[in-house]
């Protein structure tokens, strides 16, 4: 999830230094410019970030649903951009596929004797 913050930050910044160099070239007032013409500006961010989340969409969804997966399994979970992937944390703090797991969240089994197989205790 921070990489879409992280996108939509250099989304804004890029619009914003579009409008520095637009009025370097032109030899206007950056401030003077932005209240002339503060319903374009606005429109141009909002579009830029609307571009975003379209383009991250598939992602957003993803992360959306492996959140609640993971609250309706009292667990931290996340979601793995780069592997596309819902993870779930094991007792030892590494993140594990979702979809793979054998065993309960907290690695323990009713009546179980403290060894997990599993996560090789």
Same mark, same amino acid.
């Given at each position: 999830?921070?990489?879409?913050?992280?996108?939509?930050?250099?989304?804004?910044?890029?619009?914003?230094?579009?409008?520095?160099?637009?009025?370097?070239v032109?030899?206007?007032?950056?401030?003077?410019f932005?209240?002339?013409?503060?319903?374009?500006?606005? +429109?141009?961010?909002?579009?830029?970030? +609307?571009?975003i989340?379209? +383009?991250?969409? !598939?992602?957003? @969804?993803?992360? !959306?649903?492996? @959140?609640?997966?993971?609250?309706?399994?009292?667990?931290? !979970?996340?979601?793995?951009?780069? +592997?596309?992937?819902?993870?779930?944390?094991?007792?030892?703090?590494?993140?594990?596929?979702?979809?793979?797991?054998?065993?309960?969240?907290?690695?323990?089994?009713?009546?179980d004797?403290?060894?997990d197989?599993?996560?090789?205790?």
């Open positions: 999830m921070w990489l879409f913050w992280l996108y939509e930050v250099l989304g804004f910044l890029a619009v914003v230094i579009a409008i520095v160099v637009y009025c370097h032109r030899k206007v007032g950056f401030w003077s932005i209240w002339r013409q503060l319903k374009w500006v606005s +429109l141009a961010i909002v579009c830029v970030w +609307l571009l989340i379209i +383009l991250c969409w !598939t992602h957003l @969804y993803h992360a !959306t649903q492996c @959140y609640f997966r993971g609250v309706s399994m009292k667990a931290n !979970t996340k979601y793995s951009i780069y +592997l596309s992937e819902c993870q779930i944390e094991t007792p030892r703090g590494s993140y594990i596929p979702i979809d793979r797991t054998r065993s309960l969240p907290d690695g323990s089994k009713p009546g004797d403290g060894s197989q599993y996560f090789g205790d």
